[in-house]
């Protein structure tokens, strides 16, 4: 069955670039209709999608967001990744990366989820 | 974009007994062209990703009990547990999807009273 598995560090410094990657077991993305994403959500709080990418490359950020965010997919391992740049303490959350349906709108498997921390 | 507004923040409930809590969205997501509500609920467990319950407002995912029901449309639903059981202790959350960015609502917490 699908399995979606969050990597990267757990402690990013202010100012500096969080990089997560997300590796797809049991499933391609390539060649399939559903979309690949990230969704956070600081400790405690509700959650926020940050933005999804297709195999192809075509990617759909969240405009509050945008700007800082560049996602990026790699077939050839499987997997998908989420930079965010100029990080602050308001992006200390837990990072999930899911699944979206084939209208890239309903997450509907998720990562276990990673905790980054922006701290100096 | 759409603002999704969850309540009760919490509530609690014996089991064996009905849970109602509610979603309101700042604007419809009902497309009147499919008759479709694009409003979806998740189920998120301490330490564990959220579970997609519901899709359209009141179609049960793949494998999720039949307590679970979904019901409402336009700009207000609910999500009814029939007959809480202890395995439903949980946040529950409402999301849009009619348009982008895609939107939660602030969570429901349920407990066990």
């Known amino acids: 069955h699908l399995q979606l598995q969050e990597s990267g560090p757990g402690l990013v410094k202010p100012s500096e670039t969080l990089s997560l990657t997300c590796a797809v077991s049991g499933g391609s993305i390539s060649g399939s209709n559903y979309y690949w994403g990230w969704i956070r959500q600081p400790p405690g709080k509700g959650l926020e999608w940050i933005g999804n990418i297709y195999y192809s490359g075509s990617t759909y950020y969240n405009p509050s967001l945008k700007s800082r965010v560049t996602m990026s997919v790699d077939t050839s391992k499987n997997q998908f990744s989420l930079k965010l740049s100029s990080v602050t303490a308001a992006d200390t959350a837990v990072y999930f990366c899911a699944r979206l349906d084939s209208t890239g709108r309903i997450p509907d498997y998720w990562g276990q989820g990673t905790l980054v921390t922006v701290s100096s | 974009d759409i603002v999704m507004t969850q309540s009760p923040d919490s509530l609690a409930v014996s089991l064996g007994e009905r849970a109602t809590f509610n979603c309101k969205s700042s604007?419809?997501?009902?497309?009147?062209?499919?008759?479709?509500?694009?409003l979806a609920w998740y189920q998120q467990k301490p330490g564990q990703p959220p579970k997609l319950l519901i899709y359209?407002?009141?179609t049960r995912e793949s494998g999720v009990p039949d307590r679970f029901s979904g019901s409402g449309s336009g700009t207000d639903f609910t999500l009814t547990i029939s007959s809480l059981q202890a395995e439903d202790v949980a946040v529950y959350y409402c999301q849009q999807y009619y348009s982008s960015p895609l939107t939660f609502g602030g969570g429901t917490k349920v407990e066990i009273k």
């Open positions: 359209w407002a009141s």
């Open positions: 604007q419809t997501v009902l497309y009147t062209s499919n008759n479709k509500n694009y």
